[in-house]
Nanobody, 122 residues
Framework: QVHLVESGGGLVQAGGSLRLSCAVSGRTFGMSVMGWFRQAPGKEREFVAL????????YYADSVKGRFTVSRDNAKNTLYLQMNSLKPEDTAIYYC???????????????WGQGTQVTVAS
């Protein structure tokens, strides 16, 4: 079992920055990737970024490329999402998730955190 807990959400003005954290615990051996997803009211959950759990490399959705950076601190078993140049359309609940496959599909992620709200005011 893998347990994920997000933190760091909040209210920020457009153009501002936030850093989300995802504390990871449990049986992560063999996990392929950790991903960030978001869900805005009335919309489907969408892929934001992923980080390879046992190596280097990341992949981003086009909508956040160049503004968001995903990173990992292995010593702390924590995943981060640094969000810069935030826009009102980035407003959503942000989730971290773990998958045994390298994928952007939310349905392929078996472990999810509870989510953290990010609100970007115009």
């Amino acid at each position: 079992q893998v347990h994920l807990v997000e933190s760091g959400g909040g209210l920020v003005q457009a153009g501002g920055s936030l850093r989300l954290s995802c504390a990871v615990s449990g049986r992560t051996f063999g996990m392929s990737v950790m991903g960030w997803f978001r869900q805005a009211p009335g919309k489907e959950r969408e892929f934001v970024a992923l980080n390879y759990w046992s190596g280097d490399g990341a992949y981003y959705a086009d909508s956040v490329k160049g503004r968001f950076t995903v990173s990992r601190d292995n010593a702390k078993n924590t995943l981060y999402l640094q969000m810069n140049s935030l826009k009102p359309e980035d407003t959503a609940i942000y989730y971290c998730a773990g998958s045994w496959r390298t994928t952007q599909l939310a349905s392929e992620y078996g472990y999810w955190g509870q989510g953290t709200q990010v609100t970007v005011a115009s």
